[in-house]
């Protein structure tokens, strides 16, 4: 419905108008009336009305002065001028201002309605315009948006491109390029009560908080934000000369700043600063291992790398090699290798009569490895784990009164994912991935073997093979291939070989530099360094 104003200097043929016209009938809505152009002016100022009737010959401010006027500030008003046979000239004049049309007094019925529904065509292909152009307007910028977030993701996953990454940044405005960078990723939670309110308005929430960082940052630090694949809020901080001291003081700040609005918990993960665009995955790495440690060092805090590493060394149940040996042993499907795995664990526990908060640590730890295992197979958790568990994990554990009720829970909850997991190995892709596995164990000796060699030896398409595993795995085979060789040399090194060619040698390489660059990557530490680690 389209708002209507009247000016007109006469009382009685505006009191006339307003009754006598079917406004509703007409699709239009009567919003008020002025005696002269000065008040009308300021009417259209308060009201917007989308249609002006307007009388030319008024006192104060005419007709002619008033339209001028209104047009000048910009008012996107329709008029239609009344005027009588004497002031033909001024309607001409009127039409010139750019007037929609003009109606002659005594004023006719069906004149005014077809000049009325004339304006009203016009109004409804400009509205009708507007809405088209604001809805190209949105999508552009929901698209540029979505594009932003998946470079920067990309970025942070360390799978952006080599080729142009400055210019791809800024031109999708990302003023961030530096030097040095470091990551900071907030994690935003609520309690069940809060919950849904919270996922809905994440997305305001984290604007916010990015509003107000570049705000505070000061001139030597860049900042840009976006959410991961998780939800969670990721800070990127670039800097001309690596110095990142205030970023601490910054995450501090928004994190009382954002927590003073509402009742969501606001944990932040910081990584350590780097040099050149690879420095950024380094950091987002060890940015979102910080931030784990908030189930072990309690959340609504600034988690550093360092400090969540300090707390990590500190407990030696669950180390990166356990760790390792139960993720591959839980991917081959090799329940033996698991529970010898179990019982290997337990030992040490009760060898080092583990306290509760070793046992918290280690059981939060499996319980993310075995997460980690089911979004690699894409595996509904709920299926296995509707009961098994409750939202807050530690507690749960806490609440156990036995040690052996401890290792019933771990025996139980490996089991049982293993069972579920494995329980299809009758498809053909699952036999396929075996296959290639069972063919690896065999011959991952062989330095010269390549994937064409397993596609022929498993009599599979190489690009199809490459598919299926990779789908079914979430790895690829040469990703495989060199964890299985990899964790072969560190067996061979832990039987006492501690000859690094030899052991290079024996698992696949004949170069024993390539080999130990393989083996830094792997198990985070250069051959030698293993060796003299297992002579202490």
């Known amino acids: 419905m389209y708002k209507v104003l009247i000016v007109d200097d006469e009382y009685y043929f505006r009191q006339a108008i307003k009754i006598s016209l079917p406004w509703e009938e007409w699709g239009l809505q009567w919003i008020g009336e002025a005696n002269n152009g000065e008040d009308a002016l300021e009417q259209t100022r308060m009201l917007h009305p989308d249609i002006i009737m307007v009388d030319i010959n008024m006192p104060i401010m005419d007709g002619l002065t008033f339209i001028r006027e209104a047009k000048a500030e910009g008012h996107n008003s329709k008029f239609i001028v009344l005027t009588g046979h004497s002031e033909f000239a001024y309607a001409k004049h009127a039409l010139q201002l750019g007037v929609s049309n003009y109606v002659l007094k005594p004023i006719d019925e069906d004149e005014i309605r077809s000049s009325l529904c004339e304006i009203k065509k016009v109004l409804n292909k400009e509205r009708s315009a507007k809405v088209e152009l604001d809805n190209l307007k949105k999508q552009a910028v929901e698209k540029a948006t979505l594009l932003r977030n ?68 000061t001139k030597s630090l860049k900042c840009e934000g976006c959410l991961n ?116 664990f337990f030992d ?83 036999i396929i991935v075996e296959e290639v596995k069972s063919f690896i164990e065999l011959n991952y000796v062989n330095e010269e073997m390549k994937i064409e060699d397993i596609a022929r030896g498993v009599h599979m398409n190489y690009n199809h093979l490459c598919y299926v595993f990779k789908k079914e795995t979430s790895c690829t085979i040469n990703d495989y291939l060199t964890r299985v060789r990899m964790q072969k040399a560190k067996e061979l090194f832990d039987q006492g070989y501690l000859v690094v060619q030899e052991v290079a040698g024996r698992v696949g390489y004949s170069d024993a530099n390539y080999f130990g660059k393989c083996f830094k990557k792997y198990a985070g530490i250069t051959p030698s360094k293993y060796i003299s680690y297992i002579g202490k």
């Not at 908060?357 to 730890?365: I, S």
């Not at 409750?390 to 994912?417: C, H, P, Q, T, V």
Request: glycine fraction near 6%.
């Open 150 to 217: 998946q470079v920067v993701n990309d970025w942070l996953l360390g799978n952006l491109g080599p080729e142009h990454k400055e210019e791809r940044l800024l031109s999708l405005g990302l003023d961030i390029v530096s030097p040095y960078y470091r990551i900071a990723v907030m994690a935003i939670e609520a309690n069940a009560e809060h919950a849904r309110s919270m996922e809905q308005n994440k997305t305001t929430i984290v604007n916010v908080g990015l509003a107000f960082v570049q705000h505070a940052v």
């Open 229 to 344: 694949g998780k939800g969670q809020y990721v800070l990127i901080f670039g800097s001309n000369d690596n110095d990142f001291d205030e970023v601490g003081e910054l995450c501090d700040s928004i994190r009382h700043m954002m927590a003073a609005t509402n009742d969501y918990t606001y944990t932040i993960g910081l990584g350590s600063g780097y040099a050149g665009f690879e420095g950024v995955a380094e950091s987002y790495k060890e940015a979102l291992y910080a931030l784990k440690h908030r189930f072990i060092l309690e959340g609504n805090q600034i988690i550093s790398y360092s400090e969540a590493t300090r707390t990590a060394n500190k407990v030696s149940l669950y180390s990166v090699d356990k760790r390792s040996k139960l993720l591959m042993s839980m991917r081959t499907g090799n329940m033996r290798e698991v529970e010898a795995w179990l019982n290997d």
């Open 348 to 430: 040490n526990a009760r060898l080092k009569q583990a306290s509760l908060e070793m046992l918290l640590v280690a059981g939060f730890e499996i319980f993310s490895t075995c997460m980690e295992f089911l979004e690699e197979t894409s595996r509904d958790i709920n299926e296995i784990f509707d009961s098994q568990t409750e939202s807050d994990l530690f507690r749960f554990i806490e609440r156990m009164n036995a040690f052996g009720e401890f290792e019933e829970w771990i025996r139980s909850l490996l089991r049982k994912l293993m069972a579920h997991v494995h329980a299809n190995k009758s498809s053909r892709s699952a």
